[in-house]
């Protein structure tokens, strides 16, 4: 099960599993439009874009490195509602 | 020493900026903006020197980048391990850096129009003068987030960290990009 943690003023997402948390991450990125920003943190990061090319602790390098960005977009997204 | 900025007319970018990355962002901006799917991924080969951020908060310069690319400015200047870390130190800049620079962020992202612009500050006693190319955009979802290209004309020396948090500046030379095409923006 995966939830939306605040902590220290900022949002994580946590769950159980890698799977689980980078499930909900992509489907974040994917509501949000964020794809162009996070492929900007895989470029840098691995040298390529392919999500389907990362391995878990790629993963949780990549959910790590995007946490300001998640973070923003859904205090974005609260707003708008 | 305070921070001052100057906001040029966009077009300026094309007369006179000669920065050819500077165009081609814009350019790629121009084209993205006629998408309605509003597709940013040409962005992507020039992120190593891109910054993407969110609306600024005057008091936190900086606490608004949410991507510092590792051949931008900043990283060139501030190092990767400041680079990443969320919080950022503020304590690095001009107490006016953060309003002064903030200015143009804020309104690109209000107006969604881009924004070229000259900021000269300093940090510790070494001057820090560059120009910026501020991109507004919009996703799908209807966020807004700023891409910020920079282009340094004089920059201090690498800073490093001692435990007290103050800047410390190497002495290694620092190259910058070009000259300053706007010379009375210098005055």
């Given at each position: 099960m995966v939830e939306y943690l605040e902590y220290a003023g900022s949002i994580f997402v946590v769950g159980e599993t890698i799977d689980e948390r980078f499930a909900e991450f992509s489907n974040l990125v994917k509501e949000f439009g964020l794809s162009t920003f996070v492929s900007f943190v895989m470029f840098k990061r691995f040298g390529h874009t392919e999500l389907d090319q990362l391995d878990d602790a790629d993963k949780e390098t990549l959910i790590e490195e995007c946490q300001p960005l998640v973070h923003e977009a859904l205090i974005q997204g609260r707003n708008m509602q | 020493m305070t921070t001052t900025s100057e906001v040029f007319p966009i077009s300026d970018l094309e007369?006179?900026?000669?920065n050819r990355k500077a165009k081609e962002l814009f350019r790629l901006w121009r084209r993205a903006g006629r998408d309605p799917e509003a597709n940013?991924?040409?962005?992507i080969p020039y992120s190593p020197e891109l910054l993407l951020m969110c609306k600024p908060t005057k008091d936190k310069?900086?606490?608004?980048?949410l991507f510092c690319g590792r051949d931008s400015m900043a990283t060139r200047i501030f190092g990767e391990d400041w680079a990443r870390t969320s919080g950022k130190n503020p304590n690095v800049f001009a107490p006016d850096y953060g309003e002064v620079v903030g200015r143009s962020q804020a309104f690109s992202l209000e107006t969604l129009e881009p924004v070229y612009d000259f900021v000269s500050s300093h940090v510790g006693q070494e001057p820090m003068v560059y120009e910026r190319l501020l991109l507004p955009v919009k996703t799908v979802a209807g966020l807004t987030f700023l891409v910020c290209y920079s282009m340094p004309l004089e920059l201090p020396d690498r800073v490093s960290f001692g435990s007290s948090d103050e800047p410390q500046c190497d002495e290694s030379p620092q190259k910058t990009y070009c000259s300053n095409p706007h010379p009375a923006a210098d005055a």
């Open positions: - | 007369k006179s900026c000669p940013y991924d040409a962005f310069p900086m606490s608004n980048l």
